[in-house]
Nanobody, 121 residues
Framework: QVQLVESGGGLVQAGGSLRLSCVCPARNFSRYAWFRQAPGKEREFAAAISWSGADPKYADSVLGRFTISRDNLKNTVYLQMNDLKPEDTAAYYC????????????????WGQGTQVTVSS
């Protein structure tokens, strides 16, 4: 109901690509984001975008390799991940807010269950 649903994770070799999808409820969210969390590490910001597609933001670690986008008609947010590295291995979470979201987990009220991305060397 209120949860977002991620999909598209899997096991890939270094240098490969994956496209994550996040199906969102039919709701007027202001901004969407992708976070990731590796075992033993804090959840970190990866990318964010407004529902209009404006103001895309990326963490330095993924800039130039990841692209966040959205399809309003399908209520879906995507994260295209290219040139994947073992360091990208983590559980990836989609998040959304009806207010203002920056790069902090606390900025987002709605979350998905996560999808695992594993990159082998």
């Amino acid at each position: 109901q209120v949860q977002l649903v991620e999909s598209g994770g899997g096991l890939v070799q270094a240098g490969g690509s994956l496209r994550l999808s996040c199906v969102c409820p039919a709701r007027n969210f202001s901004r969407y984001a992708w976070f990731r969390q590796a075992p033993g590490k804090e959840r970190e910001f990866a990318a964010a975008i407004s529902w209009s597609g404006a103001d895309p933001k990326y963490a330095d670690s993924v800039l130039g390799r990841f692209t966040i986008s959205r399809d309003n008609l399908k209520n879906t947010v995507y994260l295209q991940m290219n040139d994947l590295k073992p360091e990208d291995t983590a559980a990836y979470y989609c998040a959304a807010t009806i207010a203002y979201g920056r790069t902090f987990s606390s900025d987002y009220e709605y979350w998905g269950q996560g999808t695992q991305v594993t990159v082998s060397s």
